[in-house]
């Protein structure tokens, strides 16, 4: 009786030893098992005895990630130190390949812009300004934040658009004060922030960074042109499709602990007629901020102008460093060191580091391949679902979606072609399915946004981030294969 009572009363942390122990024992299993050659060589693909070896760190990070054993960020670090020690690669060159990385000024950038929108007091009126239109009930608020994130993510990078919306959920939650990690309402509304910009990246070519990578290997490799337009009968009813579903999963998941904010739809009109005036360092804020819009959203017109390269991190490198000149703002940086979410930016990054390996090291092109190699024997709909599904997978295992597209993409172009299937059919719904990073928080910087805020736990994403990963797989294909055969693409 006692041995049970011990089992069940573990304390938190022994269940964390146990989940460490787990990990490590799955790492070194892995890492010293001898796999059969029908296994290490998988369609001409090799695992390599140090793929294999960075393949056994991967598993490690993944198990503690999902379980929380350790801080999410310091697993990062620790997986980087693991892949150092078995001898993947030098400890220098896997730090400079993530920490290198440009997304770190990006975070920063963000972070500092974030911060100054909720200490000005515009972040609270930008969230009366969305009250004033769906009203106090939290489940309209939610399908409000989605469908805003989906429209804005079409035409903005979701990064962008995920680094708007964050500061403006977490003011109305803020305000509301909802309790982080604890709130179903807090956690259904930060999620929200990601899926919307997440679901907006199928949209349009501009939606999601991999889209026009996808675009310039078929071009590259063979010869078909896609349009803006072309891109949009796929890209547009996916987006449409998916705003309910992800609306009733989390209304589903996480129902709200409250049917209405506290505010009455009344108090919600007369406090958005009754603001006062914009103060000073609101202004301040609105202009820096709908600068650094602008400069992303005309982007590539910029770049022609200036013959300069302008990726995601440049302008907010300079907009968000104007805060900080002497008269802009009466907000100091010590009020805003506080929200700099270090442990995001060391997250994200180390998975970059861990992905990046993974590819120089082939396990990726190893997994892709291993995924769909015998893909031709599958009727039209089946091909395309596993060639979405795979995608998705692949974002999980290197926690980065263009990194999966860089190396997916070309290879089913290359099965596309052998097969004689229109390269269009399969590479299309590979480059769509880059934005399904449901589960991962690691798998792209939006989720990492989203989830700095402190309002939901990595289980909490992957929860019901793996039910909406496999509707979307099922949207994905559906609307492909139908749009599909209207165009004559199938």
Partial sequence: MSSTRNTVGLSVNQKKWIYIAISFAAMMIIKNVTFPSSITTINGAELTATGQEALSVLVLALLLWITEAIPFHFTGILAMALLSVFGVDSFANIVKVGFGNINVIFF???????????????????????????????????????????????????????????PLAKSLLDEEGVEPLKSNFGKA????????????????????????????????????????????????????????????????????????????????????????????????????????????????????LLGIDLPIALPIAFTSMLFFFPGVSTIKYKEIEKSMSWSSIILVLSGVSLGMVLYDSGVANWIALGLLGRIENLSPILMVFVVVLSVSIMNITLSSATV???????????????????????????????????????????????????????????????????????????????????????
Wanted: charged letters at 10%.
């Fill in 108 to 166: 920063i950038g963000v972070f500092i812009l974030s911060a100054f929108i909720n200490k000005s007091g515009l972040g609270k009126r930008l969230v009366n300004i969305c009250l004033s239109i769906t009203g106090n009930s939290t489940k309209f608020i939610l399908l409000g934040f989605i469908v805003t994130g989906v429209i804005l993510s079409m035409w903005i990078s979701n990064m962008a658009v995920a680094a708007m919306l964050m």
């Fill in 189 to 304: 509304l930060m999620m929200s922030v990601a899926w919307g910009s997440l679901i907006g990246g199928f949209g349009t070519p501009a939606g999601n960074g991999p889209n026009p990578l996808a675009i310039g290997f078929m071009k590259d490799m063979a010869g078909v042109d896609v349009s803006f337009l072309d891109w949009m009968k796929y890209g547009v009813p996916i987006s449409i499709i998916l705003i309910p579903v992800a609306w009733g999963l989390l209304m589903l998941v996480f129902k709200p602990e409250m049917t209405h904010l506290k505010k009455s739809n009344e108090e919600i009109r007369k406090e958005f007629k009754n603001q006062p005036k914009l103060s000073r360092d609101e202004i301040v804020t609105l202009i820096i901020f709908i600068v650094t819009v602008l400069t992303w959203i005309f982007s590539a017109q910029l770049k022609k």
């Fill in 404 to 490: 999966s597209a860089s190396i997916v993409i070309p290879i089913i172009i290359g099965l596309a072609m052998n097969i004689g299937v229109h390269t269009m059919a399969l590479a299309f719904p590979a480059a769509l399915a880059s934005s399904l990073a449901f589960i991962l928080i690691t798998s792209t910087p939006t989720n990492v946004i989203a989830y700095s805020a402190g309002y939901f736990s990595i289980k909490d994403f992957a929860k019901v981030g793996v039910i909406m990963t496999v509707f979307s797989c099922i949207v994905v294909a559906v609307v492909m294969y139908g749009v599909g055969l209207m165009t004559g693409l199938y």
